[in-house]
C-alpha cells in the first residue's frame, strides 16, 4: 500500500508540489497501479472546450485494480462485509478472492446475455452485494454502469435509460429497507412499458415478492450465474473510455447523466479514500451511503477496493429496528471508520442518548460526513457522543461532478474546524470568485467556489450533452469549473461551504432539482403554477416548501396536497416530496416574469418581516398574501 500523508507539514509540501508540478504529482501516483500499457501524456486540458484527459494512450481496467492485484497479497482478507436490513439475518463476508470469482461470474452473465464494451447498463438494485458485483462487473468487460438509486419513481427509471439508452437492466424481486418492501421489478415493469433499447432484464432475487417475468427479456440473476464460470479476463480500457454515468439533479430541465472516466478517477479514489479517512492496513470501514449516489461509488466500492480495505455495506435504513442501529453495527463489527450524512446524525441526535449508551463505540477512530453543510450542533454531538472527542472528524466537500473528495481535512493530520470543510486536498486548487467572476484574493472572502485547474477525477461530459456540460459548469466564470456552491474564506485561509447559490436544493443530502420537482407538481390537473424553495429543517436541513397556484379554488386542500406530493413521488420519488404546500393567487415576479425565490425563500424561512428591496415586483401586493398564511 501506499504511504499517506502523515503530518500538517506533509501535507502542505505535498500540496505545495502538486501545484507546482501537477503532472509530475500525479504521475508519481498513478505509477502504483497495474497498467497495460503506460500513458503517454500526463494532461491535456481546455476548460473552454471543456475537454480534460488524463494519462492519455494509457490501457488499463480498474477491476484488475481493485481486485486482481490484490489477490496474492490479501486474497483471504474481507473486501465486502454485508449487513442487512433485518438485523436476525445472517451478514455476508466476500473475500477479494470470492469477491473476484463472483465478479467474473457475472461479466459472464453479462456478455452471454449480449452485453459489451461500451454498452450500457442500467442498475436499480438495493443494496446487497450483488449491486457491487454487477458494478464491477460491468467495469470489467467495459460497459459503462448507470446506477439508478432504489428510491426513484418508474419514470425517474424510465427517463434515465432512455437518456443512456441502456440495453440491460439489473434489479431485484424487490428491496428492504427499514420495515417496507420497495418493489423494484414492478417498478422495473412499468419502467420498461417505455424503455425499447432494454433487451435483457436481469433479476437478483431478494424478497421473494410475487412478481411476473417476461419470457425472453427478463431472467433470474441465480439461474444464469450457476452457468458462468469463475474466470473472465478484463476488458483492456484506455485511461479516457468512459467507466460510469450518474444521474445528477440540476437547477433546470432533466436530470444529467455525469459521466466518469476510467484512470484518472481511479487514482483519484485510491488517493484521496486512503489520505482523507487516513486509512492503515486491517482498517473496517464503513460509509453508510447508498450505492445509487456517488459517495457509494467512490467510497464504497472503488476508493476503499482500490486500496485494499474491507468495506462495509448496509441494506437498511438508520432507524430500523431503531434509532441504536447504526452504533449496534459499529460494535458488532468493531467499525474504525464511520463516513456518513450530516442529516442521519441530526436525526439520530434527536432520538436521544438511548439509543447510543448501549453500544461500544471504543473501536472508532475517524469519523466523516459528507451531503450538506454541517451545522455546529450536529458536529459537536457526533464529536462528544459518538467519537467520545477522541476521533478527527472529517468534513468532505465534493459533488457528484469532482469524483471524489475536494476540501476536507485529513482525519487527525491537517487541523479541523466545525462546519468547516477546511483546506483542499493536494492537487485541488479552488478559488472564489465574486458576480462578476473577478477572483478574490486573499482571506476573509465569501464568493462563489470555483476550481481552476483540472484533477485527474473531475466529470468530463454530460452523457450525450456536451453543450450542457459547458453551459451547466464551464460559462458562468472564464476558464474555471463552477461549483454552484457559495463559499467562505477564513482568515487561515480554511474553507466552509455556505450552500447552493442556483436552484438546487439539498434535502437530507439529496441532491434535488427545484425545476423537476415543479414540472411533476404541474401535472396535477389543477396546478397552474409552483415554485419551489427549501427552507431550514431541523432534521433534512432544508425542506422542500412549495408555493402553488390553482386553475380553480380547491375544495378539499389537504387532498390536492396530498395528490400533489403523490405525483412528485411517481414522477421524481419520495424523498422529493414537499414538506409544506401554499396554495397562493400569485407569485412574486419580476417584471421580466423571472420568479424572484429570494424572497419566497425568505417567507418560507419565517423571515418575512426582513424582505428587503420589494419593489421592482411586477405586483408587490402578492407578497402580503403569500406572507399571512400560516400552516
Ligand atoms: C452538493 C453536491 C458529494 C457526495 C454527496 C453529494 C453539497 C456536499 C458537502 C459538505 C457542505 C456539501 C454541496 C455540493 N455538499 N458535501 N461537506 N459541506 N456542502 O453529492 O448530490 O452531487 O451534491 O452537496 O452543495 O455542491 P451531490
Not at 424478497?207 to 410475487?210: E, L, P, R
Not at 459518538?386 to 477522541?390: R, V
Not at 419580476?590 to 424572484?596: C, D, L, N, P
Not at 419593489?615 to 408587490?620: H, I, R, W
Given at each position: 500500500m501506499n504511504k499517506n500523508i502523515n503530518s500538517f507539514e506533509e501535507y502542505k509540501i505535498e500540496y505545495e508540489k502538486s501545484i507546482k508540478n501537477p503532472e509530475e504529482f500525479w504521475e508519481e501516483l498513478a505509477n502504483n497501479f497495474t497498467w497495460k500499457k503506460k500513458w503517454g501524456k500526463v494532461l491535456s486540458w481546455d476548460f473552454s472546450k471543456p475537454e480534460i484527459k488524463w494519462f492519455e494512450g494509457g490501457k488499463l481496467n480498474i477491476i484488475e485494480n481493485c481486485l486482481d492485484r490484490h489477490l496474492e497479497t490479501?486474497?483471504?482478507?474481507?473486501a465486502i462485509k454485508w449487513i442487512a436490513n433485518n438485523p436476525n439475518e445472517q451478514s455476508r463476508s466476500l473475500s477479494y478472492k470470492e469477491l473476484h470469482a463472483e465478479v467474473c461470474k457475472f461479466a459472464n452473465v453479462l456478455k452471454n446475455n449480449g452485453a459489451k464494451k461500451g454498452d450500457r447498463i442500467c442498475l436499480y438494485m438495493p443494496m446487497v452485494p450483488e449491486l457491487a458485483i454487477a458494478v464491477l462487473a460491468c467495469a470489467r468487460i467495459g460497459a459503462i454502469h448507470s446506477v439508478v438509486f432504489a428510491g426513484f419513481s418508474a419514470k425517474s427509471l424510465s427517463d434515465r435509460i432512455n437518456d443512456a439508452d441502456c440495453n440491460i437492466l439489473i434489479t431485484a424481486d424487490g428491496g428492504f429497507r427499514g420495515a417496507k418492501i420497495t418493489p423494484l421489478k414492478d417498478i422495473s415493469d412499468e419502467a420498461m412499458?417505455?424503455?425499447?433499447?432494454?433487451k435483457k432484464c436481469i433479476v437478483f432475487e431478494r424478497?421473494?415478492?410475487?412478481i411476473s417475468m417476461q419470457i425472453g427479456r427478463d431472467i433470474w440473476w441465480h439461474k444464469e450465474i450457476i452457468k458462468a464460470n469463475s474466470d473472465f479476463p478484463a476488458e483492456i480500457m484506455d485511461s479516457e473510455d468512459p467507466l460510469f454515468i450518474l444521474y445528477t439533479s440540476g437547477s433546470t430541465g432533466k436530470p444529467k447523466g455525469i459521466l466518469h472516466t476510467t484512470a484518472g478517477y481511479m487514482v483519484y479514489a485510491e488517493y484521496s479514500f486512503r489520505n482523507v479517512f487516513q486509512y492503515k492496513e486491517g482498517d473496517v470501514y464503513w460509509c453508510?451511503?447508498?450505492?445509487?449516489?456517488i459517495t457509494g461509488h467512490s467510497y464504497i466500492v472503488y476508493g476503499p477496493l482500490l486500496a485494499g480495505a474491507t468495506t462495509l455495506m448496509f441494506?437498511?435504513?438508520?432507524?430500523?429496528?431503531?434509532?441504536?442501529r447504526f452504533w449496534k453495527i459499529v460494535e458488532e463489527n468493531k467499525v474504525n471508520i464511520f463516513y456518513t450524512a450530516p442529516t442521519a446524525i441530526r436525526a439520530l441526535e434527536a432520538k436521544g442518548m438511548e439509543f447510543v449508551?448501549?453500544?461500544?463505540?471504543?473501536?472508532?477512530k475517524v469519523l466523516g460526513t459528507v451531503g450538506e453543510p454541517i451545522n455546529e450542533d450536529a458536529w459537536r454531538w457526533y464529536d462528544k457522543e459518538?467519537?467520545?472527542?477522541?476521533c478527527p472528524i472529517v468534513d468532505t466537500w465534493w459533488q457528484t461532478e469532482t469524483g471524489g473528495i475536494m476540501?476536507?481535512?485529513?482525519?487527525?493530520?491537517t487541523p479541523s474546524k466545525p462546519t468547516f470543510a477546511t483546506l483542499p486536498l493536494p492537487g485541488i486548487q479552488p478559488c472564489l470568485v465574486d458576480e462578476k467572476g473577478k477572483e478574490m484574493e486573499g482571506n476573509n472572502v465569501e464568493g462563489r467556489l470555483c476550481i481552476k485547474f483540472p484533477w485527474?477525477?473531475?466529470?468530463?461530459?454530460i452523457y450525450g450533452d456536451h453543450q450542457r456540460f459547458k453551459n451547466t459548469?464551464?460559462?458562468?466564470?472564464?476558464n474555471k469549473y463552477f461549483t454552484g456552491d457559495g463559499c467562505l474564506r477564513d482568515e487561515n485561509g480554511m474553507y466552509r461551504i455556505t450552500g447552493r447559490?442556483?436552484?438546487?436544493l439539498i434535502v437530507s443530502g439529496h441532491n434535488l432539482g427545484t425545476a423537476e420537482i415543479e414540472s411533476a407538481m404541474d401535472e396535477?390537473?389543477?396546478?397552474c403554477e409552483t415554485a419551489i424553495v427549501g427552507y431550514p429543517h431541523p432534521i433534512k436541513g432544508n425542506g422542500v416548501y412549495a408555493y402553488i397556484i390553482c386553475h380553480n379554488q380547491p375544495e378539499d386542500e389537504e387532498r390536492l396536497r396530498k395528490e400533489i406530493n403523490d405525483l412528485v413521488t411517481k414522477n421524481?420519488?419520495?424523498?422529493?416530496?414537499?414538506d409544506k404546500i401554499q396554495f397562493v393567487s400569485g407569485l412574486p415576479k419580476?417584471?421580466?416574469?423571472?420568479?424572484?425565490r429570494r424572497i419566497l425563500r425568505k417567507i418560507a424561512a419565517g423571515e418575512?418581516?426582513?424582505?428587503?428591496?420589494?419593489?421592482?415586483?411586477?405586483?408587490?401586493s402578492v407578497v402580503d398574501e403569500i406572507k399571512t398564511f400560516v400552516q
Open positions: 490479501r486474497g483471504e482478507q474481507t412499458q417505455s424503455t425499447p433499447s432494454i424478497t421473494k415478492s410475487k453508510t451511503a447508498d450505492i445509487g449516489w441494506e437498511g435504513v438508520p432507524t430500523y429496528p431503531d434509532a441504536g449508551n448501549p453500544y461500544d463505540l471504543s473501536s472508532l459518538i467519537g467520545k472527542e477522541n476540501i476536507s481535512n485529513l482525519a487527525g493530520i485527474p477525477s473531475m466529470a468530463r461530459t459548469y464551464f460559462t458562468a466564470f472564464e447559490v442556483d436552484d438546487v396535477h390537473e389543477n396546478v421524481v420519488g419520495p424523498i422529493a416530496k414537499a419580476t417584471r421580466s416574469g423571472k420568479i424572484m418575512s418581516d426582513n424582505l428587503g428591496d420589494i419593489s421592482t415586483l411586477l405586483d408587490p
